[in-house]
Each structure stands twice: as C-alpha cells, then as structure tokens.
C-alpha cells in the first residue's frame, strides 16, 4: 500500500489555480516533514516546497514565492500546496514526500507518493 497518495491535478489554463492534496495512510506521518517535488518532462526532479512537522516553517524553491502556498492539516493527515498564478513551465508531474527534517534533497525522503500531473496550457 501507497502510503502517499496525490490527488488535485488536471489541466488549467496558464494565470489559473489549482490545489494539490496529498494524503498520508496507513502510517502516522504526523511527526514528519512534509516535500512536493515536480518533475517536468524531460528534465530531473526538483524541490517545489517543504513544511516542518508542525506547519509551522516552510521552504519554496525560488520559482513558486509568492504563488505556491503548502499548508497541512494534521488532524486529516494531509498536506495541500495551493497554486495560483499557474504558468505553463510549471508542468510536470508533482509528487509529494516524507521526510524526518524539512530537507529539499529528494534522497532525503523515505516516503513517496505517485504523483499526480498538472499541464498549465498557455
């Protein structure tokens, strides 16, 4: 069993939102640091954004400040990353992670769920 699960994707036009959830079963992940990574076709995995145990401290890579907002609701186990102002080099498959410390190093993460896909269309 999966014990990430993704869901939130779909096709939007470039300016629009979307909020991804990503689902943690079958394990507590509550004392874990939660990761999105993305990975755009033809090009390596990369760091989107990160949030401590608590929610209380995030990350952002660089390309999202401003446009990605990552939240987790203990309680429901899960973690969103709400997007807005979507462009279309944001394409890509976004997976969402587990990790004991808020790190941005994919190695880094024990758990990983098996993405879902967002296509911004220009």
């Known amino acids: 069993q999966v014990p990430l699960v993704e869901s939130g994707g779909g096709l939007v036009q470039a300016g629009g939102s979307l909020r991804l959830s990503c689902v943690a079963s079958?394990?507590?992940?509550?004392?874990?640091?939660m990761g999105w990574f993305r990975r755009a076709p033809g090009k390596e995995r990369e760091f989107v954004a990160a949030?401590?145990?608590?929610?209380?401290?995030?990350h952002y890579e660089d390309s999202v400040k401003g446009r990605f907002t990552l939240s987790r609701d203990v309680a429901k186990n899960t973690v969103y990353l709400q997007m807005t102002n979507l462009k279309p080099e944001d394409t890509a498959v976004y997976y969402c992670?587990?990790?004991?410390?808020?790190?941005?190093?994919?190695?880094?993460?024990?758990?990983w769920g098996r993405g879902t896909r967002v296509i911004v269309s220009s």
């Open positions: 992670a587990a990790a004991e410390l808020l790190v941005v190093l994919p190695d880094e993460y024990e758990w």
């Open positions: 079958g394990r507590p992940f509550s004392n874990y640091a």
């Open positions: 949030i401590t145990w608590n929610g209380l401290s995030t």
